[in-house]
């Protein structure tokens, strides 16, 4: 089944542990990206990667890193996280050329 | 900067109410267009998508859409709404040769009361 995995789907964490949020997809797709959700703001850009070693800041990437070592992955780190990343994140992926996204299942990320 | 706004945060309907949801972005160029819906508690899922041709799309679930290239629009309308029809939607424009990547309005909610 094509599909784009997150994990994990929940997290509480506490300021300053940093901590990673996995993303793969098995539809061999080159686009892949990250977006925090948020009440009234809609899903903002964190970061996106066109393909293998090629990653790009998106509209909100402070505080946030990421890389792109495979093509299937494409995890999201956050070195010392505070409280206003609490938020909600869905990974997505796409072919390059076919700008239909495909959305993981998300990680609501909660940081005291 | 480029931008989608969507003009209803919150539409209240009740079944068999009439559904036209508003999406209008900032771009003068060549655009692809999307809606998105998010089911309470899921992720998003593509409702339908025009990318060229014509500017009416018909979508899943009932849903379609019209491109109006002169009002930079690209609303989203359903002739019945369902219970089932609660969720937030998005709307999300793709500047053409963007690689992708996709601009997303704040999102409109919709409750339906059965």
């Known amino acids: 089944e094509a599909q784009v995995t997150q994990n994990p789907r929940y997290l509480i964490t506490v300021t300053g542990k940093k901590l990673t949020v996995t993303c793969s997809q098995n539809?061999?797709?080159?686009?892949m990206s990250w977006y925090r959700q948020d009440p009234g703001l809609g899903l903002r850009q964190i970061y996106y990667s066109m393909n293998v070693e090629v990653t790009d800041k998106g509209d909100v990437p402070e505080g946030y890193k990421v890389s792109r070592k495979e093509k299937r992955n494409f995890p999201l780190i956050l070195e010392s996280p505070s409280p206003n990343q609490t938020s909600l994140y869905f990974c997505?992926?796409?072919?390059?050329?076919?700008?239909?996204?495909?959305f993981g299942q998300g990680t609501r990320l909660t940081v005291v | 900067a480029q931008s989608v706004s969507q003009h209803n945060h919150h539409v209240i309907l009740s079944e068999a109410a009439s559904l036209e949801l508003g999406c209008n972005y900032s771009?003068?160029?060549?655009?692809?267009l999307f809606w998105y819906v998010q089911y309470p508690g899921q992720h998003l899922q593509l409702l339908l998508k025009?990318?060229?041709?014509?500017?009416l799309v018909k979508g899943i679930k009932g849903f379609e859409a019209e491109f109006i290239k002169s009002k930079f629009s690209f609303n989203l309308r359903k002739p019945s709404v369902q219970w089932s029809d609660t969720a937030e939607y998005f709307c999300?424009?793709?500047?053409?040769?963007?690689?992708?990547?996709?601009?997303f309005g704040k999102g409109t909610k919709l409750s339906v009361k059965p």
């Open positions: 539809m061999n797709h080159e686009y």
């Open positions: 025009y990318f060229s041709g014509d500017p």
């Open positions: 771009y003068g160029g060549t655009v692809n």
């Open positions: 997505a992926s796409s072919p390059l050329g076919a700008p239909e996204a495909f």
């Open positions: 999300a424009v793709e500047l053409a040769g963007s690689q992708g990547n996709l601009i």
